[in-house]
């Protein structure tokens, strides 16, 4: 198995919902991050989880809020959010040493009105 | 500050053509440099991965290669196809810097339309 899998696919939520988007790889990794893609644009790092322990949080508001239940599980919780906020949130792991192969999910399209 | 850039923005080739893909950057201290492949609203498909230490990565039609004094990258695809259609985009991994090194470097892509 060499799939990171994202759901939901698409999530539509009010600024005052309260949401998570999950992942899951079970490929052994134990890396696992959080992107946030706008149209048009590069992924841009949002967290990096390494050994179930966060590693990297890159300054992102505290609307979002990432949990590593284990090592095949990422979540994002996602909290009063604000239509900037819309994006396509990306699900990424690798083998655990920075700077191996990175496979990603398909991704969670986010519109928040 | 690591920069990567990517030209052309846009290729657009007939289906059974060669071409090149171009990916820059200005740090030269880089651990490896990935190339990826992204069809519209997915995620990212890692073709290739070249480390510091290589000149370049084979994979079926695809070759990538790297130039790390020159800041330089291509990535050369053979006897294209409609299927080949997609964003391509590099990254650079940074010189291992402890938790740093996980933060790729991504250029912003060239957009590759081959027409059947």
């Known amino acids: 198995d060499t799939e990171v899998t994202q759901t939901p696919k698409h999530l539509v939520m009010g600024m005052t919902n309260k949401k998570s988007l999950k992942c899951e790889q079970h490929?052994?990794?134990?890396?696992m991050y959080w992107y946030k893609q706008k149209a048009k644009k590069p992924p841009e790092l949002m967290f990096v989880y390494s050994y179930e322990k966060l590693s990297i949080n890159e300054s992102v508001p505290s609307r979002f809020s990432p949990e590593c239940p284990n090592s095949s599980l990422l979540n994002l919780h996602l909290h009063a959010l604000q239509p900037e906020d819309s994006a396509l949130y990306l699900c990424?792991?690798?083998?655990?040493?920075?700077?191996?192969?990175?496979?990603f999910g398909s991704g969670t399209q986010l519109s928040v009105l | 500050k690591q920069e990567v850039t990517q030209i052309p923005a846009a290729l657009s080739v007939p289906e059974g053509e060669n071409l090149v893909l171009n990916c820059s950057f200005t740090?030269?201290?880089?651990?490896?440099l990935q190339w990826f492949r992204q069809d519209p609203g997915k995620g990212l498909t890692s073709l290739l991965l070249i480390q510091s230490s290589q000149r370049e990565q084979t994979s079926g039609r695809l070759n990538a290669s790297l130039d790390k004094s020159s800041g330089r990258s291509t990535l050369y695809i053979a006897a294209s196809q409609p299927g080949d259609s997609a964003t391509y985009l590099c990254a650079v991994s940074p010189h291992w810097s402890g938790a740093g090194s996980y933060q790729l470097t991504f250029g912003k892509g060239t957009k590759l339309s081959v027409i059947p």
């Open positions: 490929m052994g990794h134990r890396a």
């Open positions: 990424a792991s690798s083998l655990g040493v920075p700077g191996e192969k990175l496979f």
């Open positions: 740090d030269s201290a880089i651990y490896n």
